[in-house]
């Protein structure tokens, strides 16, 4: 450190040296009128409150302790004020005197009060009662000890101090209070507050201590009136504060030191109370006055440390309820924890954890039992059209179902997503097969979400399992059934068959093969005629999307068409049909003008018909094309409908542009006759099934007539699907049918084929 820096500290200590020498030199030789002595007060005041105000302007401390250290330099400056005022009272008598004049008493007591305001401003202060009360109390001990060990072994035996000093009473009431004060600053070095230093608050504690103490030299100095003890006590004083001020400007505020934990138990009472006792013991309480104020300090300071003590153990005893209370709100949050980390937060049923947990519990077991494995179909279609809130409550909807329907002895747990997973102890396969059935009808039974209707529809895998088996071996199995469940068009459920293994397996590889197909163009549409019955002119046709793969040849449709709906292929595949479908009906139209077929048929998927933009899409493939919006037909199955709350609106948003909708397998479904009311529905597609049964005396037939009733009623148009004979043909005429469509007619086929027949516009090849 350079010497600059250090100089006001050397001329703090040169001038403290020489204060002390002088008053030594002054008491000892008996110098008579040490004037100089004066001097070296308000230059050292001034010295303590520079470095007061440094510490004050250091810009990394907080603001508490920066006020504090403000007020210290003003505490400096009004002592440099107070100790001229001092030298004022002491020089204006011939050869000096130690009284105190009431303004630099003032002064002395101001700058003492201040330092204690300064200090109660702390945030440190900022205590609960019961510790200002502690604090009081033990204050009142070591001030009540004190005063009167000094009284007893000094003061008292200058019987005339008061009359010789004449500044006496002053000087001790700056003792006290610079007793009180140095409790305080102690308190706060042992205490510590924010970034204030603790050596600092220590330098000024002794060296208001110190002062306190020097001030009680007045009473050995009545022989030297020239002589005064703020000679001493005002350089140590504020030589302290400067050191003080010093060690906060380089002390490092960036760790500041941990408060270490209050004492509730202190033997200074005690000490207090044995000292005072001890003194009773040594003195004639009834006959020496002394006595009577002995044991008079003994009493209060025995009522002081019993205040104390109650004090103490209230504060214990709220403590204890403190910690009880902490304690019990403790155990409610592990029990919350313990429940979140085992339990699914949205559904509040098992989660994948605990589902784990219990599968490996009951393997070790050793009996057999069955893990089942469930999705939500089209659940996706939930989330991106009614938002996650509306995907979240259906969720909570189905596994209140789920819980609803199971034993006691079952467990069900969500293992994120839509996807939920049972474990079944102790059933036989029929059981099983029942309480599935029992699921998959209650899951499915319709519900009012968010105001939106839903059908939810769910596939279900399930195994058994065997010796050997992991929880995750389980899962993949019941997964790998639930998958087939799906290809079987959802809704069901399935149990794991190791063929299913192989197949999943191919599923996968034909998955990724189907999309790189429409780059690799190894797709193409072809058109099924639907005809008039009974003359077979071509009405319209419907287009049916065709692969060829490289290796496998042509892939059948009821495979590959369920596969893009798994895996999203259908969009894309989709849309390119739509558009190919669209171009062709505008090729027809310009190249055969009204020869060309009044309707094309496309079908659309539930996944299609629930992604956002759809119908915007179709318009615009539409309208790039230039064909009448009515010529196009979207086709979509009952299932697709019922769905989601968004299919039907994309339905009515598709008939709102002009384009016809046609309900196709109409019967194979989820039939609901009341789809024909809600849902804006021009063509119904009777299923092959229904169509088969038409030339026997069977439901089916009963079904076809009675369904061509109901359309004519609705002024919808019906058409036979898979008509193969003509036979079905001839008796779906007789019961008023008057469209078809199936092989009997025409086998799907190219677009330039399709023309081929238009041109003479002459019967369809039978
Ligand atoms: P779909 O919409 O009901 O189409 C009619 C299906 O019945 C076609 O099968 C057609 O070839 C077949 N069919 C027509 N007449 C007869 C007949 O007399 N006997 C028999 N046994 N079958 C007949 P395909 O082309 O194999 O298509 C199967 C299903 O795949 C379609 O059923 C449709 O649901 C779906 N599909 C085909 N192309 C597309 C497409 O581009 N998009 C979508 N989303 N689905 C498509
Ligand atoms: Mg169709
Ligand atoms: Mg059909």
């Not at 100790?83 to 004049?101: E, I, M």
Request: glycine share 8%; charged share 20%.
């Amino acid at each position: 450190m350079p010497v600059r820096a250090r100089l006001p500290v050397i001329m703090g200590a040169a001038l403290l040296a020489f204060s002390v020498a002088g008053f030594v030199a002054g008491f000892l030789a008996g110098v008579p009128y040490p004037v100089a002595l004066w001097t070296p007060l308000p230059v050292m005041c001034l010295l303590a409150a520079s470095a007061c105000r440094e510490a004050s302007r250091r810009a990394d401390l907080d603001a508490a302790t920066r006020r504090f250290w403000r007020h210290g330099m003003l505490c400096c400056v009004v002592l440099a004020v107070a100790s001229v005022s001092n030298a004022r009272d002491a020089l204006s008598v011939p050869g000096g005197t130690q009284r105190f004049g009431p303004v630099s008493v003032t002064l002395y007591l101001s700058v003492l009060g201040l330092a204690v305001w300064a200090l109660l401003r702390l945030p440190t202060w900022q205590r609960s009662r019961a510790e200002w009360v502690r604090f009081g109390l033990d204050t009142g001990i070591i001030l009540i000890t004190g005063g009167l060990l000094v009284w007893h072994f000094s003061l008292r035996k200058m019987a005339a101090w008061t009359s010789l000093t004449g500044s006496a009473v002053p000087a001790l009431l700056i003792a006290i209070a610079a007793a009180v004060s140095m409790i305080a600053f102690a308190k706060v070095a042992y205490a510590g507050a924010g970034s204030l230093d603790r050596r600092a608050m220590h330098l000024v504690s002794f060296g208001i201590g110190a002062a306190g103490a020097c001030t009680c030299l007045t009473l050995v100095l009545e022989s030297h009136p020239g002589l005064n003890s703020a000679f001493v006590a005002v350089p140590v004083a504020t030589f302290c504060a400067q050191l003080a001020g010093r060690r906060q400007v380089r002390c490092d505020v960036a760790t500041p030191a941990a408060r270490p934990v209050a004492r509730r138990f202190s033997v200074v009472p005690y000490l207090a109370v044995a000292g005072m006792d001890a003194m009773l013991l040594g003195t004639d309480i009834a006959r020496s006055a002394e006595g009577k104020v002995i044991a008079a300090c003994t009493v209060a300071i025995t009522a002081l440390v019993v205040a104390r003590q109650v004090t103490t153990l209230r504060e214990n005893a709220r403590l204890l309820r403190t910690v009880d209370a902490s304690l019990h709100q403790l155990r409610e949050y592990q029990a919350q924890l313990a429940h979140q980390v085992r339990h699914d937060t949205l559904t509040e049923i098992a989660n994948r954890a605990n589902f784990e947990e219990r599968v490996t519990h009951q393997l070790l077991g050793g009996e057999e039992f069955l893990v089942a494995l469930l999705d939500l179909d089209d659940f996706k279609v939930v989330n991106d059209r009614l938002g996650h809130g509306t995907g979240d409550a259906l969720l909570k909807a189905v596994s209140r179902r789920l819980h609803e329907r199971l034993r006691e002895v079952d467990t069900v747990a969500r293992l994120g997503g839509d996807e939920f997973t049972l474990l079944l102890p102790g059933l036989t396969g029929d059981e099983a097969a029942t309480l599935l059935r029992r699921l998959v009808n209650a899951v499915q039974e319709p519900l009012t979400v968010d105001g939106h209707e839903m059908v939810p529809r769910i596939s279900i895998g399930v195994t058994a399992s065997v010796p050997g088996d992991t929880p995750g071996e389980l899962l993949r199995r019941a997964d790998v059934a639930m998958y087939a469940a799906k290809n079987d068009g959802g809704g069901r459920w399935a149990w794991f068959d190791p063929a299913m293994d192989r197949l999943a397996d191919q599923d996968a590889r034909l998955g990724a093969d189907l999309r790189q197909a429409l780059a690799r163009g190894e797709l193409r549409v072809l058109y099924q005629p639907i005809v008039e019955l009974p003359d077979g002119r071509i009405a319209g046709v419907e287009a049916l999307l065709r692969w060829h793969h490289p290796r496998h040849g042509e892939v059948s449709p009821a495979v590959f068409i369920p596969l893009a709906e798994r895996n999203g292929a259908i969009i894309e595949l989709g849309r390119w049909v739509f558009a190919q479908a669209v171009a062709q009906a505008a090729a027809w139209r310009r190249e055969h003008g009204d020869a060309a077929p009044e309707r094309v048929s496309v079908n659309v998927s539930a996944r299609q018909l629930g992604e956002p933009g759809f119908v915007a899409e179709v318009e615009a493939a539409i309208r790039h094309a230039g064909v009448d919006p009515a010529v196009i037909v979207a086709e979509v199955t009952e299932t697709a409908v019922l769905g989601t709350g968004a299919a039907l609106e994309a339905i009515h948003g598709l008939s709102e542009l002009g384009v016809r909708v046609a309900l196709d397998d109409f019967g194979t479904g989820q039939s609901s006759l009341s789809l024909l009311v809600d849902c804006p529905v021009h063509v119904l597609k009777v299923d092959k099934s229904f169509v088969d049964g038409v030339t026997t005396a069977s439901p089916e037939a009963v079904i076809v007539e009675s369904l061509i009733g109901i359309t004519s009623g609705l002024r919808i148009q019906a058409v036979a699907e898979g008509v193969e004979t003509a036979d079905q043909a001839h008796r779906l005429h007789q019961a008023g049918y008057r469209y078809a469509q199936g092989f009997h007619f025409a086998r799907p086929m190219s677009g330039a084929e399709i023309a081929g027949l238009l041109r003479p516009a002459g019967p369809v090849p039978a």
